[in-house]
């Protein structure tokens, strides 16, 4: 009889032991779907919108999307005309915002070139010149500058000499190097990066951006 109380007292506390484990690691590793309810935390609005930054839409639409841009990512110039379409679909309520963050070597006399371009009105058409003929002034990943400034050439009204002086001035350097400060504050280590209504996407794509930005839309 004894046997027997002790065999059922043992089984008992395995049970418990049991129930305990599952209890512990399930608070501590909550489902995939769990993990995706999470709230993701508001970036710091004065880090994502500074008075030099090129902004495309209206400035009382609903949903604003800043992206950080590195103009010689791939997928930068890949995700890009998908930007645009958001935009296009919804002109009124989204607005887009540009930040640049020159990851790629090289890349930083690119931005110079792209801020003094703003300096001219043409800092669009300058951006989607670049991306376009992104693989003429980028081999192997590596930025060339000389052939990044030819491709602006080709800008209907861009006044290249002008573009070059105005590169080199310390206003444009103060601005990019603001951008850069701002997407390290922001935890921005690659790109693109694209945070909606100043929350960051749980994860990365192209759909992903997608649904963030139609969810905004339709709170």
């Known amino acids: 009889m004894n046997k027997l109380l002790f065999l059922a007292t043992l089984v008992l506390l395995a049970a418990v032991f049991a129930v305990a484990v ?66 296009a679909a919804n002109p009124q309520r989204l607005r887009l915002v540009m930040r640049h963050v020159p990851f790629h070597s090289g890349s930083d006399a690119v931005v110079a070139m792209l801020d003094a371009a703003r300096l001219q009105g043409k800092y669009w058409e300058a951006l989607e010149a670049l991306l376009r003929a992104q693989e003429r002034w980028v081999q192997n990943h590596r930025v060339q500058p000389d ?10 009204g861009l006044d290249v000499a002008r573009l070059a002086a105005d590169a080199k001035t310390a206003e444009v350097k103060d601005r990019g190097a603001q951008d850069f400060a701002d997407a390290k504050a922001l935890k921005v280590t690659k790109t693109p990066e694209y945070f909606v209504n100043g929350r960051p996407l749980p994860q990365f794509g192209l759909e992903e951006l997608k649904a963030m930005v139609g969810a905004a839309l339709r709170n």
């Open 147 to 156: 052939a990044a400034m030819a491709v602006l050439g080709g800008v209907p």
């Open 22 to 87: 599952w209890f512990e690691e399930g608070r501590k590793a909550p489902s995939p779907q769990e993990a995706s309810d999470r709230p993701v935390a508001t970036a710091d609005a004065s880090r994502l919108v500074r008075p030099h930054s090129p902004v495309l839409g209206p400035a009382d639409a609903k949903v604003t999307l800043v992206e950080f841009i590195d103009p010689a990512c791939e997928t930068c110039a890949a995700f890009y005309p998908e930007v645009k379409r958001l935009l």
